[in-house]
């Protein structure tokens, strides 16, 4: 395969150069969902390369094989958050699953999938005329109940060029009075979720992405994004104590999970977006993840949610993560790249 800017940027060199070229050279050697987005976040490939690259992802690799589960209705595993047949006692003895509807879209989402592309276009038909939500019966393009499940709804219905407004409209109206979200809010909670938070942040993106938003959600987005700021993404804001120990390990997939790497990764991926500068109070984060690297320069999986899937993308905690590897290496190119890193955590 071609090496495009062959030498990595300035800001990866924080390893000797021969492991920061290896580092690449493992990164572009994996699934071609990893391949298209270390072209074009690491490398600065020209577009026509990283697009003719992404356009794999819907024959081969994982994301053909997570196609091939698909469903004749448009569905994976019968059902739109629980496969079908899933009972109560499945979910105590083996864990939450992970093979229905909804996180196969978002999985897609993170291949990168081409929302132009006929398998794409095709999904997003049926799952629209098939599925309904477990919790109520709605369509499933209408959203469900829960902010949390919604925002990632909405990330995956923005990107894949559905209207998903109403799901906004309705996000909207459930934020809490200090910026952010959380699923418990039916259940009388009036404190925000760093978990709920970031799964609805990074809906709202998407949705600014697709239709350029509205200033209710921008405005909203910017509040959610001050919530975790203030926080400097993994802090209680009443002691300075770790809110939660595991936001500060790394796991993937996600799914709804938290971790500081993720939401690094988001606020990224929001400045490019808005052409803004880094903020400085992520600079504990940034630092947290730089000296998470191993000597080899890889970031090693922490954990990954137990529970059914449809295969495995990674080779286990303790083992070295592409996945990881590339979020964490664009994240501190980013970083980096803007000149920020002395400015200290900030206030």
């Not at 270390?38 to 794999?56: C, G, I, N, T």
């Amino acid at each position: 395969m071609a090496r495009y800017n062959l030498r990595p940027p300035s800001n990866l060199q924080g390893l000797p150069m021969t492991d920061s070229n290896a580092v690449i050279d493992w990164l572009l050697g994996a699934d071609p969902a990893i391949r298209w987005q270390a072209m074009r976040d690491l490398l600065d490939a020209p577009e026509s390369a990283w697009q003719a690259e992404r356009a794999k992802v819907e024959h081969e690799g994982w994301g053909a094989r997570l196609l091939s589960a698909q469903d004749p209705d448009g569905q994976w595993d019968g059902g739109a958050f629980v496969p079908a047949g899933f009972d109560s006692q499945q979910w105590k003895q083996h864990g939450q699953p992970w093979t229905a509807t909804c996180f196969a879209l978002t999985q897609l989402r993170e291949f990168g999938l081409d929302p132009a592309c006929e398998r794409a276009r095709r999904t997003v038909e049926l799952v629209g005329a098939h599925s309904r939500w477990d919790e109520g019966g709605q369509p499933y393009w209408a959203g469900e109940v829960e902010e949390c499940i919604n925002g990632r709804t909405v990330a995956d219905g923005a990107y894949f060029g559905v209207d998903v407004s109403a799901i906004v409209a309705r996000l909207l109206g459930e934020r809490l009075d200090d910026g952010g979200w959380n699923c418990e809010r039916c259940n009388g909670s009036r404190c925000s979720s760093f978990a709920t938070t970031l799964n609805v942040l990074e809906g709202l993106l998407e949705y600014e992405r697709a239709s350029g938003g509205s200033a209710q959600s921008r405005q909203a987005r910017r509040a959610g994004e001050e919530y975790l700021l203030r926080r400097h993404l993994f802090r209680r804001l009443s002691t300075g104590e770790p809110a939660d120990p595991r936001f500060l390990q790394f796991l993937h997939p996600n799914r709804w999970r938290y971790d500081v790497l993720r939401a690094l990764d988001y606020f990224r991926d929001a400045a490019l977006l808005s052409g803004s500068e880094p903020d400085q109070r992520l600079h504990e984060a940034v630092e947290h993840l730089r000296g998470r690297r191993s000597p080899d320069g890889t970031w090693p999986l922490d954990w990954s949610p137990g529970g059914r899937v449809w295969f495995d993308m990674d080779d286990g905690p303790g083992r070295p993560s592409r996945w990881l590897t590339l979020r964490a290496l664009r994240v501190l190119k980013w970083w980096d790249g803007a000149g920020v890193a002395s400015l200290g955590t900030g206030s």
